[in-house]
């Protein structure tokens, strides 16, 4: 296809632009505690969704963008939603739509020294602080792209910047937001998501996967209160064991194997065959990536069967326990009950709604020893099995990872979860979806010492310029 405007130009201003325009505000973003609804039942009144949300549209509001629009889009009961609109140029059709969330995931146990989840700390290439990959950096990469186009009078489509706050939760907002802003909105022919993973720092990365997911809430009561071990010991069930047993429903201790039908689903030969030459490249490109203790052993027959398992297969983690005392507070008592936080991961091309509705129901009924069980549900996310690109789309790409790189971009599966992408898909068939991100190795988002790439923003941002240019050039014409 060839680029029509100076690729070299782009990749300096784009740099000027992350260090004098968007870091600044990346920063103070990272000092907001804005956890998503999921994580924060009283995010209505500490207003720190809404503090991030003011925070990027002020910014916003201050692009030079001819004509745009900005606004906090609010629903009572609904997290809140940055939408800005910056209209066609230079005569272009069609329309992007641009996607990323500004809400966080919790802290997630200690960070290492000198860092802290709310405290940006800049180390060399790397912006330490929870959100800074995940996702505070996505608004702002959008408006370095614009304005680095409109620097050179490049002729670009209408552009749709959505960045939602429910994301972290599994999206329960996002539908209804969807829902009142649809004629805003339109048809876009283009959306980019940039809230996705990057295999390697040493090119461009393109989401061919995403796996569903289901999070539950598994409580288990046996007693009214505590009781004296030595009393009822032996007689009464623990509430522990009873947990254990239930989790044995749904996952095979010995193996790992998820044992729900509906959370299986055969893998695509072209997708097996593409992890494998991804693998055959980059053997080490999963195991890596992963901060296991010495001695650890992986699942998985070798690296291509790995990255096939991640993309691919169930799993179930264990993520939050009540009712358990700290090991230090942990006295001879019976605990009256247990409660576990569980996220099931599905295949891409899982129901979640039916994995759901499968899992309440193995873990409902027939309790052990008649113990009460009650099981509560967020909002289940599906999968996404992304379009082949179309060849406008693939070749942007391409040229905006040479011009990073030197090499061009590549495409692999990746093992969480982007409740958009699916929505989107349902809502406008037939329209080019592409995922792409800057979580790459030991970035860490919804752990601790998360961080940002910066070369990897400035590059997933010219790619975002690459794509706009683009759709406005092969939809006008």
């Known amino acids: 296809m060839g680029t ?13 632009r992350w260090e004098r325009d968007l870091l600044p505000v990346l920063e103070a973003y990272t000092r907001i505690p804005c956890l998503s609804p999921a994580f924060d039942p009283s995010w209505e009144a500490s207003g720190h969704l809404r503090e991030a949300a003011e925070l990027l549209a002020s910014w916003w509001g201050g692009r030079p963008l001819q004509d745009l629009s900005v606004e906090v889009h609010a629903r009572t009961g609904r997290s809140p939603l940055l939408l800005a609109e910056a209209p066609s140029t230079g005569g272009a059709g069609g329309a992007v739509l641009v996607y990323g969330h500004l809400d966080k995931q919790p802290p997630q146990g200690a960070w290492r020294e000198g860092l802290g989840p709310f405290d940006p700390v800049r180390r060399g290439d790397r912006l330490y602080g929870r959100g800074t990959a995940d996702d505070g950096y996505a608004a702002l990469a959008a408006a370095g792209a614009l304005e680095a186009l409109d620097a050179q009078k490049v002729a670009r489509p209408r552009v749709v910047v959505l960045i939602e706050a429910s994301e972290e939760s599994g999206s329960p907002d996002l539908d209804a937001h969807l829902d009142a802003l649809a004629e805003r909105i339109g048809r876009p022919d283009l959306v980019v998501c940039l ?21 539950a809430s598994i409580r288990v009561d046996v007693l009214t209160e505590g009781v004296h ?93 009540d009712g358990v005392p700290a090991v230090a507070d942990g006295g001879n008592v019976l605990r009256p009950y247990t409660t576990a936080k569980i996220s099931l991961r599905l295949p891409p091309t899982a129901d979640a709604a039916v994995a759901a509705a499968e899992l309440v129901e193995v873990l409902g009924s027939d309790p052990p020893q008649g113990a009460q069980v009650q099981v509560t549900l967020e909002a289940p996310a599906d999968g996404w099995l992304a379009p082949e ?16 790189f030197g090499r061009p971009h ?11 992408l699916a929505t989107l898909g349902r809502r406008f068939p037939g329209i080019q979806l ?29 790619a975002l310029a690459h794509l706009v240019a683009a759709a406005g050039r092969h939809i006008g014409g």
């Open 4 to 16: 029509w405007f100076d690729t070299d130009r782009l990749q300096r201003d784009v740099e000027v």
């Open 195 to 215: 809230d996705s993973g990057a295999l390697t720092y040493d090119r461009l990365w393109r989401t061919s996967s995403l796996r569903g997911n289901v999070v």
């Open 229 to 321: 071990s030595g009393l009822a010991g032996g007689v009464v069930p623990s509430s522990f064991w009873v947990l254990r047993q239930l989790l044995s429903r749904i996952e095979d201790e010995r193996t790992g194997e998820v044992l729900l039908p509906a959370a299986r689903a055969e893998v695509p030969p072209a997708e097996r065959a593409a992890l494998r030459a991804i693998a055959g490249e980059l053997p080490g490109a999963l195991s890596d990536d992963v901060p296991t203790v010495p001695g650890l052993r992986l699942f998985g027959d070798g690296p291509a069967d790995q990255l096939v398992r991640r993309a691919w297969s169930p799993a179930l983690a264990l993520t939050g326990i």
């Open 389 to 404: 690109p179309a060849p406008w789309v693939r070749a942007a790409l391409d040229e905006a990872s040479v011009a990073s």
């Open 410 to 420: 590549a495409s692999y599966g990746e093992g969480g979860t982007i409740p958009f």
């Open 434 to 462: 592409v995922a792409t991100g800057v979580l790459g190795p030991g970035s860490n988002a919804h752990g601790p010492n998360e961080f940002l790439h910066l070369p990897m923003a400035g590059a997933v941002t010219c």
